[in-house]
């Protein structure tokens, strides 16, 4: 395919949207009931970020690096993968952003601490969408319950929600941001082309934590 | 029946062209898509391959998209309910590729569940950009598809043509494969594609045509014709936006002329109707419309006239 000019976003799309959603049920089907477990401790993750400490970023980078393994293979390794060939690429990438928020948490480089009230609006604002918006347009959307992806257990909320204890952090690496990023853009055109109407979610929490990391690009490291 | 590769005559006052005339009445009353299927008295619509005589339904079944459905094993049984009524109503060619996911897996179980039908053709694709890995990826998917060889192989896109088409020329000499290919799709490379065509003995190609995407009109489907090519079409209904765009709209009254119920079917007997095409494989996962697609492949065919005016009509109401 030396002509990728003439390829348009939906030439890559091969499923159907109901082939996918269907994929997510029997998904949160094979892992219930972590959905109880993942969103508890996303909350408790967003209490600790808010409230700081010294332990809090390195507990939240291990956290993190979890959410971001397990989904790697066992959404996008085990499941998507048998829908779509390039999962097992995402696969990858997940991995290796768990890698890089393991290193962040031992290197001690993501600190939780003061921040301007601008920066704790925004980053408690992607978070929620993480854990609260997403699968309330989901089920506004008229999915039924079982086909809610739940962060920490699915990429997209897992991403987006990660992006929001960035934007918590008093210093951050900015070598943690491009993964997530990558993944709410890619997410979002894949959502975009099977005709989901909450497509724009990821790409705007992800352009969302672009811009507020950028206006306070000194906190980035 | 099988149609020689020019435009099809009016059908003879035959007790045929009768079942044909009873046909296109059941279609033109409304009467439930199922039952008018499996009332169907009359085989589809052949047409013969140029380079072998042997005889290919106008309609096949496509699988990109639709077949591609995982380990999920309620829509699996929808596919395999799909190639069941695809055998039942005449159907033979079933399509796919390596890049269509699970695509082939899925057909594989399927044709084991029906008994693998003795009239299945087979078309896989290779796609793979190293022409060294070509054998063992048409390896694997001859164990996905669970069949001894297939029956066409096409390279999938012209990715590494001059790779893989010595391969499978040399499969087909060997006895390994009955027919070679090459295939593009939404108007890609044509140029290239015409080259290929020229200077390689080819059984098959596979490109992109419909009422509204035209192009293959001008070069490849003449020459097709002139090269003794057979043509396999995909994007009938432009992945569904044209079907969807023409839903708002009733079907005019020539229509029912060639015994259409649906502009699924006018669609698809604008592409069949053309002499240089061997069939259409348009993709679904809908009983119903599998049915209904089969269902285009019988009764008259639209003469030049109308397929003129199918393509203008079309034009103006899908905009």
Redesign the interface.
């Known amino acids: ?1 030396t ?1 990728w000019w ?1 390829y348009r976003p ?2 890559f ?4 949207p ?2 996918y959603y ?2 997510v049920e ?1 998904y949160n089907t094979d892992v219930w009931p972590a959905q109880l477990a993942a969103v508890a401790i996303a909350l408790l993750l967003l209490l600790l970020a808010w409230r700081g400490g010294e332990q809090a970023g390195r507990a939240a980078a291990a956290v993190l690096a979890t959410a971001w393994t397990f989904v790697a293979w066992r959404f996008h390794w085990l ?1 998507y993968a ?4 390039a999962a097992a690429y995402f696969a990858g990438a997940f991995a290796a952003q768990a890698l890089l928020l393991a290193g962040a948490g031992a290197a001690s480089a993501l600190r939780f601490g003061p921040i301007t009230p601008g920066l704790r609006i925004a980053g408690v604002a992607v978070a929620m969408v993480a854990l609260a918006l997403q699968p309330a347009l989901a089920l506004g959307l008229g999915r039924p319950w079982a086909q809610v992806e739940v962060v920490g257990l699915a990429p997209d909320p897992t991403a987006v929600f990660t992006l929001g204890l960035l934007l918590l952090a008093r210093q951050a690496p900015w070598w943690l941001f491009p993964i997530p990023v990558f993944w709410c853009l890619t997410s979002g055109m894949t959502l975009w082309t099977m005709g989901a109407a909450d497509a724009f979610v990821p790409p705007l929490a992800a352009v969302t934590t672009i811009v507020a990391a950028f206006a306070t690009r000194s906190r980035v490291r | 029946m099988t149609l020689p590769p020019i435009p099809a005559p009016p059908p003879p006052p035959s007790r045929r062209a009768a079942l044909h005339a009873l046909v296109a009445g059941a279609l033109a009353l409304g009467l439930p898509l199922r039952s008018r299927a499996q009332a169907l008295p009359v085989a589809p619509l052949t047409r013969p391959l140029p380079s072998s005589g042997e005889a290919l339904p106008l309609v096949g079944l496509g699988s ?3 077949f ?5 094993q ?2 699996r049984e929808q596919c395999f309910a799909v190639m069941r009524a695809f055998f039942e109503s005449g159907g033979r060619l079933i399509d796919s590729s390596p ?4 695509s082939q897996e899925v057909i594989g179980e399927g044709l084991d569940r029906l008994g693998h039908p003795r009239s299945l053709f087979a078309a896989d694709k290779v796609w793979i950009g190293a022409g060294a890995r070509g054998p063992e990826q048409i390896e694997a998917s001859r164990q996905f598809w669970r069949v001894p060889r297939f029956d066409l192989l096409q390279v999938h ?1 012209l ?1 590494a043509w001059q790779e893989h088409l010595p391969t499978l020329m040399a499969m087909k000499a060997d006895g390994r494969l009955r027919y070679v290919g090459i295939t593009t799709s ?1 108007g ?2 044509h140029r290239e594609f015409e080259q290929v065509m020229r200077s390689h003995p080819l059984d098959f190609v596979q490109l992109t045509y419909n009422a509204v995407d035209r192009e293959a009109e001008q070069r490849l489907l003449p020459l097709a014709r002139e090269r003794r090519i057979a043509v396999i079409v995909n994007r009938p209904f432009r ?1 569904g936006d044209l079907t969807r765009a023409l839903a708002r709209h009733p079907l005019p009254g020539w229509a029912a002329e060639i015994g259409c119920v649906s502009w699924a079917q006018v669609l698809l007997k604008f592409i069949v109707a053309h002499p240089a095409v061997t069939c259409a494989i348009p993709a679904t ?1 809908n009983l119903s419309h599998v049915r209904e697609n089969l269902a285009a492949a019988r009764g008259p065919l639209p003469d030049e006239a109308l397929r003129r005016r199918i393509a203008s009509d079309v034009e103006k109401l899908a905009r």
């Open positions: 395919m002509e003439t939906s030439d799309l091969l499923f159907a109901r082939t269907r994929l029997l499941h048998t829908i779509n060939w | 990109w998209i639709t591609n459905v995982g380990r999920d309620a829509l890049m269509y996911g699970s896109n990715l939404e890609r490379r992945r996962s």
